[in-house]
């Protein structure tokens, strides 16, 4: 369990070189954790099942490769949180383009979509963040976020082929219906957010083009779709969101998960239906979320 220096024969590569920081599995698995907000040693060691020894010396080849910092939390006993650093966070495109090759090419048949099977293990994956906490975006109020795949103003502006891509259509339907039933929404005690891996230029031209009453978020440094390992397809080389969506409470703690969407425009009355059947419930502490976070 202990991990194995190896000699580095072509400097010049830059994959060679990579791989001696990210020496072995337990490696990527201990940062994908960090970024999903398990910063904590016995965290980590109950997330991971990992040797103590084992974790204990990954998280110190990181900590020396500058990948992960710590950050006190207990002075006696001296405790830690481990965190990414800004080069730490330069992998999070990596642990994406890993986690959609393995569903692709591992779990499925290698086709390109956009969607998945409710009875797929993406599908099981995704109901099970109930409880999680959503990082990075700001959340004071219960909330509503849809993630899509992308939208613009002008059908020129998809990217070759969109239409061929299973779930990828419906886009502008689906922000169209929550614009229109965005007093419902407020009426309710919920705020809408719309996420997106594209660009924030992008997104505003569209949100301006729709005429849309509420923001939408880029997510195009990943740091949502790692923390949350939400499920991800690659389309003229950007990965992009499956459509999802999440109920969120005032602790930015998720409480409901739509997936798969295959009906974008019928989602948006289901959201609003599990939006109000939480009204009772708003008065109530949020669950709690999970290890670390």
């Known amino acids: ?58 998280l110190a080849a990181l900590v020396s490769h500058g990948v992960l910092r710590r950050e006190a939390y207990s002075e006696h006993p001296p405790r830690f949180d481990y965190l990414l650093t800004a080069k730490g966070e330069g992998l999070l495109p990596v642990l994406i383009a890993l986690q959609d090759w393995g569903t692709r090419h591992v779990l499925g048949d290698g086709s390109l979509t956009a969607t998945a099977a409710p009875t797929s293990a993406e599908a099981h994956r995704v109901h099970g963040l109930v409880g999680h906490l959503v990082p990075v975006v700001p959340i004071s109020r219960w909330t509503v976020l849809y993630f899509f795949p992308g939208a613009y103003p002008s059908a020129a502006d998809y990217p070759p082929g969109w239409g061929d891509i299973p779930g990828a259509g419906g886009c502008t339907l689906e922000s169209l219906t929550y614009a229109s039933r965005a007093d419902d929404f407020a009426a309710a005690g919920v705020q809408v957010k719309g996420v997106s891996t594209q660009r924030p230029d992008q997104l505003e031209a569209f949100a301006a083009h729709a005429g849309l009453p509420f923001p939408l978020v880029s997510d195009q440094d990943a740091k949502v779709a790692a923390g949350l390992r939400l499920p991800t397809f690659r389309a003229s080389g950007v990965d992009r969101f499956k459509r999802l969506s999440l109920l969120v409470d005032a602790s930015a703690t998720i409480r409901a998960v739509q997936y798969p969407i295959t009906d974008p425009a019928a989602s948006v009355t289901e959201m609003l239906e599990l939006a109000t059947g939480f009204g009772l419930a708003r008065t109530q502490p949020a669950i709690g979320g999970s290890d670390g976070r």
Not at 16 to 33: C, K, M, P, S
């Open 1 to 58: 369990m202990s991990v194995r220096r190896v000699e580095l024969i072509d400097a010049d590569c830059g994959i060679e070189q990579a791989l001696g920081v990210l020496t072995d599995w337990w490696t990527f698995l201990v940062v994908r954790d960090i970024a999903g907000g398990v910063t904590r040693f016995e965290a980590l060691q109950r997330s991971l099942g990992v040797s103590r020894r084992a974790l204990t010396e990954r």
